[in-house]
């Protein structure tokens, strides 16, 4: 355990948990405010289903690149709130960037930018739980963090639905300006929390002078840990389904008349359950294994959510089944933190957590492209049965990565 968790003790939360948990809120409500507008932004821009599956794509692209090198970086920093800031001044940036794009070429840029900062503002938070926390409690405290970022899902698209009404056409692109500016404006208002976590945070100590670091760990050495390989891709099938239901929910309820508010209180339902679950966690964990819960997580989000683009299931079973999905999805991804960091040695966690950002977002630029390569003759619904199945392999592939014995 060593100096991680000298500051919890006798059941106390750490002093930077709350804070760090209203980042996560505000920077994913932000991120989850501008990532549906980019899906209404591209049809006000005359864009198409295959367009949608790239400009999301791209918003995967600048972190594909610098994943692995930042989780290196955030294994030597001794403190972590400047790269927390300058995550949520990307995030802000992008999202500005935006609200002034008049050709779909630019709005991928633009989404490129908010990618990278969106990965800035994980990358600390993760860094934060997985160097202070003890070894028991990483679960905890990543459900907690995971949990913050499902409310940012659940106030994102509520704010979708208030802030665009009912608009079409022009009036959509003119709505959509104005929307993000405000998630803008959201994206900084987190900006003085991370002093308070600065300040709560000790300073990892300074190494001798002429002491030589310790090693690090290649990323083959990483891949060779038992279970590393399957965390990656069942985190990266979760994941990357999130990003296919947000970018196409909007267009199956565009072709079936749904309004964007009607859109906005569906993907809220799916995030609010979300959070139940992993709030849930410690629960489930005395009922099954972290590896059992992984598995359920990605096969029985893929059955569920598999209905809602069926024909004549209508709003209230699209609402059923996205609350059913939603809670099996939200079981898996803190699970995948905390197995990816008790599998690797200490000073190795940021770089494995790295790793699977990595494999995150070569999942948000694959799986949402071939969608789009998809749509383009099946339709959103072909994109989104395409992610059911990418969920159906990560749940055979941790079924065969799992221990024998529970735990």
Do not use: K
Request: glycine share 14%; aromatic share 4%; net charge positive.
């Amino acid at each position: 355990m060593g100096s991680r968790g000298r500051q919890v003790r006798e059941g106390r939360s750490p002093r930077w948990l709350l804070p760090l948990l209203a980042v996560g809120v505000l920077a994913q409500t932000a991120l989850h405010l501008s990532r549906p507008l980019v899906t209404y932004r591209v049809i006000g821009l005359g864009g198409d289903a295959f367009a949608v599956g790239l400009v999301t794509a791209a918003f995967a692209v600048l972190p594909l690149v610098v994943a692995l090198p930042l989780g290196r970086l955030t294994d030597r920093l001794r403190g972590l709130g400047l790269l927390l800031a300058g995550g949520l001044l990307f995030s802000a940036g992008g999202t500005l960037l935006m609200s002034t794009t008049g050709s779909l070429a630019a709005l991928a840029a633009s989404s490129a930018v908010l990618g990278l900062g969106q990965l800035v503002v994980m990358f600390a938070g993760q860094g934060v739980i997985a160097r202070w926390s003890d070894d028991d409690q990483l679960d905890r405290f990543f459900g907690f963090f995971t949990a913050a970022v499902a409310v940012g899902q659940l106030f994102g698209p509520l704010l979708v639905g208030a802030l665009l009404g009912d608009a079409a056409g022009a009036d959509l692109v003119a709505a959509s300006r104005t929307a993000f500016w405000v998630a803008a404006g959201i994206a900084l208002l987190p900006l003085p929390l991370v002093v308070l976590i600065a300040l709560r945070t000790p300073r990892a100590p300074r190494r001798p002078a002429g002491a030589a670091p310790p090693p690090v760990e290649s990323t083959a050495q990483l891949l060779r840990h038992r279970g590393v390989g399957a965390g990656m891709f069942a985190s990266l099938a979760l994941l990357s389904t999130v990003d296919i239901l947000t970018a196409y929910l909007p267009l199956i309820g565009e072709r079936r008349g749904i309004s964007p508010a009607v859109v906005g209180v569906l993907l809220g339902l799916r995030a609010a359950a979300t959070i139940s679950s992993r709030l849930l966690l410690g629960v489930m964990l005395r009922w099954r294994s972290r590896e059992q819960l992984i598995v359920l997580s990605a096969a029985g989000s893929a059955v569920v959510l598999a209905v809602v683009p069926v024909a004549g299931i209508g709003v209230g079973g699209m609402a059923a089944a996205l609350v059913v999905g939603g809670f099996l999805l939200g079981v898996g991804q803190p699970l995948t933190m905390s197995s990816l960091a008790l599998a690797v040695p200490d000073n190795a966690r940021s770089s494995v957590l790295g790793l699977r950002m990595v494999a995150n977002r070569v999942g948000q630029v694959a799986v949402p492209g071939l969608a789009g390569v998809v749509a383009a003759s099946a339709g959103a619904a072909g994109a989104w049965w395409l992610s059911c199945a990418v969920l159906g392999v990560a749940a055979l592939v941790s079924r065969r990565a799992a221990p024998s014995s529970p735990g």
